[in-house]
Antibody, heavy 121, light 108 residues
Framework: EVQLLESGGGLIQPGGSLRLSCAAS????????MSWVRRAPGKGLEWVSG????????FNADSVKGRFTISRDNSKETLHLQMNSLRSEDTAIYYC??????????????WGQGTLVTVSS | QSVLTQPPSVSAAPGQKVTISCSGS????????VSWFQQLPGTAPKLLIY???KRPSGIPDRFSGFKSGTSATLGITGLQTGDEADYYC?????????FGGGTKLTVL
């Protein structure tokens, strides 16, 4: 059974940093691209970052470029999102999601339960 | 403001059919596959449709997808109260994935 379990969310002050993790199980992790998607309170889904299965290429939304870094450790089947220079508008539930193939970011077929990040002083 | 435009809300009675539109451009829908997602209150999103019109295993055939040019449509027939949720289209745009603004479905 495919499982994705996020961790690392919490309350952080503006300008601070946080690292989210997503532990994957039930599938061959390095065969699939992975993404982070968020939903801010009262708003819709926003794709944040994606990384191909091999980890050699990453993609980011304009809203997080230069501040967030996605990475993966295929030996530990874990996805990460390093978030720096956090702003109040980054407050959201962050989901990790699996793509349907090595470089698939639109077909997100499995999702974690999400972890809440609150940026506030 | 999303580059993919969806109606903010749609409604219909149980048993009826509803369609949700998703309008984009040649840089996104026009040249890429479209997916549709359902997000029930308090839960993670779920993939309903991928590659414009394919259903993952376990998704009933009450859900269908269609794409033409720079627009896509999600259709839901035989509406149930359990279908009340937010629905999102998604596609690739240049160097990143984009979602539509979302459509809240109310089953009256």
């Amino acid at each position: 059974e495919v499982q994705l379990l996020e961790s690392g969310g919490g309350l952080i002050q503006p300008g601070g940093s946080l690292r989210l993790s997503c532990a994957a199980s039930g599938f061959t992790f390095n065969n699939y691209a992975m993404s982070w998607v968020r939903r801010a309170p009262g708003k819709g889904l926003e794709w944040v970052s994606g990384i191909v299965g091999s980890g050699t290429r990453t993609f980011n939304a304009d809203s997080v470029k230069g501040r967030f870094t996605i990475s993966r450790d295929n030996s530990k089947e874990t996805l990460h999102l390093q978030m720096n220079s956090l702003r109040s508008e980054d407050t959201a539930i962050y989901y990790c999601a699996r793509g349907m193939g090595q470089e698939r970011f639109v077909e997100l077929d499995y999702w974690g339960q999400g972890t809440l990040v609150t940026v506030s002083s | 403001q999303s580059v993919l435009t969806q109606p903010p809300s749609v409604s219909a009675a149980p048993g009826q059919k509803v369609t949700i539109s998703c309008s984009g451009s040649s840089s996104n829908i026009g040249n890429n596959y479209v997916s549709w997602f359902q997000q029930l209150p308090g839960t993670a999103p779920k993939l309903l449709i991928y590659e414009n019109n394919k259903r993952p295993s376990g998704i009933p055939d009450r859900f269908s997808g269609f794409k033409s040019g720079t627009s896509a449509t999600l259709g839901i027939t035989g509406l149930q109260t359990g279908d009340e949720a937010d629905y999102y289209c998604g596609t690739w745009d240049g160097s990143h994935m984009v979602f539509g603004g979302g459509t809240k479905l109310t089953v009256l």
